[in-house]
T-cell receptor
């Protein structure tokens, strides 16, 4: 069936370090990718997105890298803070065949130690 | 605060019953999406509406239906509820299907 990456691994980092969260996607026809952060009791919060005509995009303290050759997506968080502790999801979309349907990965739990 | 409002926040009901979940999208957003989040299935797309019309459908059960009204709010109707329907139900919205989806904080549905 359809799937995007993760099997809920846990990433533990020290406050101030950089974090890298990885995601493998399965559909080579996907042309839009997005990262969300979900805190306990809340809905997924948009972090950053990237379209397939790009391989890198930067936001505030975050960078998303896309490698279409190996169908890999990563989220880099600079100077990780305790407030970054959450579950992070990648999602993919094929806009032409799937409308707005996002296919989510299983998530990675990021734990930041003070 | 994403600007997407979902009500109610919690819903407890019994098997066989019917419930309606409501979503108010962000101001100006024409597209509404519904997702289900459960421990074993993760976040699963259910259905999408754009300006009142159904645009995309996921593995939504026949017991579930949705609609988007002229004022752009949306409702998800779940009927003949089963224990396995217990989950978090999220609504998201975007100005256009081509743009990032912003999620509400969900409705937690518990079936007893």
């Amino acid at each position: 069936g359809e799937s995007v990456g993760l099997h809920l691994p846990t990433l533990s980092v020290q406050e101030g370090d950089n974090s890298i969260i990885n995601c493998a996607y399965s559909n080579s026809a996907s042309d839009y990718f997005i990262w969300y952060k979900q805190e306990s009791g809340k809905g997924p919060q948009f972090i950053i997105d990237i379209r397939s005509n790009m391989d890198k995009r930067q936001g505030q303290r975050v960078t998303v890298l896309l490698n279409k050759t190996v169908k890999h997506l990563s989220l880099q968080i600079a100077a990780t803070q305790p407030g970054d502790s959450a579950v992070y999801f990648c999602a993919e979309n094929n806009r032409y065949n799937q409308g707005g349907k996002l296919i989510f990965g299983q998530g990675t739990e990021l734990s930041v130690k003070p | 605060d994403s600007g997407v409002t979902q009500t109610p926040k919690h819903l407890i009901t019994a098997t066989g019953q019917r419930v309606t979940l409501r979503c108010s999208p962000r101001s100006g957003d024409l597209s509404v999406y519904w997702y289900q989040q459960s421990l074993d299935q993760g976040l699963q797309f259910l259905i999408q509406y754009y300006n009142g019309e159904e645009r995309a459908k996921g593995n939504i059960l026949e017991r579930f239906s949705a609609q988007q009204f002229p004022d752009l709010h949306s409702e998800l109707n779940l009927s003949s509820l089963e224990l396995g329907d217990s989950a978090l139900y999220f609504c998201a919205s975007s100005p256009h299907p081509d743009q990032p989806q912003h999620f509400g904080d969900g409705t937690r549905l518990s079936i007893l």
